[in-house]
């Protein structure tokens, strides 16, 4: 018993290195250095001249350094669904664009503007996290009822289903007047972020 414990860990301390020279491999490391660089030129890039101006550094705080972490935010969650969803169905063509979670998440905004005629980033957060998520499952509801002959066929059915999602969000919008305001949001602009409008990102992180 007690040299069955010993060699488990052995086993487990041999593992452990290994694990962590997986981690911090040389792409890893390059891609590191890649998002430092991309960060950096980010914090100065602007129109606003931070260095010519008595109130550069209070901007620079104010918009820079706020729109530069949403962006990497943003980024990791983005690849962490990505990743989530291709451990659940098994497929590496899968992602939330060929899922039909991005057209369940300005079908949310749509609704959040219908109902609240001047919603807060709060209420529109929500309405787009609850849209997606429930857009997610009748995806994966889907696939439970098709028999999947081929890898191909998965991403099929989530950009079909998110092709009619798209309809019917831009039918809506249509007759509602409100295609003008789902448009912008899906730009993917992060020139109007600044501090106070990108805290809610930090949830993220936890």
């Known amino acids: 018993?007690?040299?069955?414990?010993?060699?488990?860990?052995?086993?487990?301390?041999?593992?452990?290195?290994?694990?962590?020279?997986?981690?911090?491999?040389?792409?890893?490391?390059?891609?590191?250095?890649?998002?430092?660089?991309?960060?950096?030129?980010?914090?100065?890039?602007?129109?606003?001249?931070?260095?010519?101006?008595?109130?550069?550094?209070?901007?620079?705080?104010?918009?820079?350094?706020?729109?530069?972490?949403?962006?990497m935010l943003t980024g990791a969650a983005m690849s962490m669904a990505g990743l989530v969803t291709q451990l659940i169905t098994q497929n590496r063509l899968v992602e939330p664009t060929t899922t039909g979670t991005i057209e369940w998440a300005g079908l949310g905004l749509l609704f959040v503007y219908l109902i609240f005629p001047a919603p807060s980033l709060v209420l529109r957060m929500t309405g787009a996290i609850i849209f997606s998520f429930v857009g997610t499952m009748i995806f994966f509801l889907f696939l439970r009822k098709v028999k999947l002959r081929s890898s191909l066929i998965v991403p099929i059915i989530g950009m079909m289903l998110g092709a009619v999602i798209s309809a019917i969000s831009t039918f809506l919008g249509l007759v509602f007047n409100m295609t003008q305001n789902i448009e912008t949001w899906f730009v993917g602009s992060f020139a109007p972020v600044q501090a106070g409008r990108y805290e809610y990102l930090w949830l993220i992180v936890s």
């Open 1 to 71: 018993m007690l040299k069955n414990i010993t060699q488990t860990n052995t086993g487990a301390e041999k593992s452990q290195p290994q694990f962590n020279k997986k981690i911090w491999s040389k792409h890893f490391l390059i891609a590191i250095g890649i998002v430092v660089i991309l960060g950096l030129i980010s914090l100065f890039t602007g129109v606003y001249d931070i260095r010519g101006q008595e109130d550069g550094m209070e901007m620079f705080f104010i918009t820079r350094v706020p729109r530069t972490i949403a962006l």
